[in-house]
């Protein structure tokens, strides 16, 4: 599935992946390739992005706030206060602040 985290300032992240986690206002949740179609409000947390390939850990200075995972390198993580999540047909589009 396609994944897009977009801020206010500029796409932060914009890739296929396996998987997304996410911190939803009634507990965390998952999304796998052909998940149903959501729209949710997310909370302040850090959303998991389970990519396929460490290609993905090349990062330049706009994209400084996405870590990779100290235990796992194929996970990068991002920290949010707040957003927005939909998603259709296999795109995830995160909206966040």
Known sequence: ?????VSPEATLFSSEVDSVVVPGVNGEFEML?????IVSLLKEGTVRIHTHTQSHLVFDELHAEIH????NDKILLLKIKSGTIEMKDNKVIILAD
Request: net charge neutral; no cysteine.
């Open 33 to 37: 390739k052909n998940h149903a179609p």
């Open 68 to 71: 990779p995972h100290k235990d």
């Open 1 to 5: 599935m396609y994944l897009e985290i």
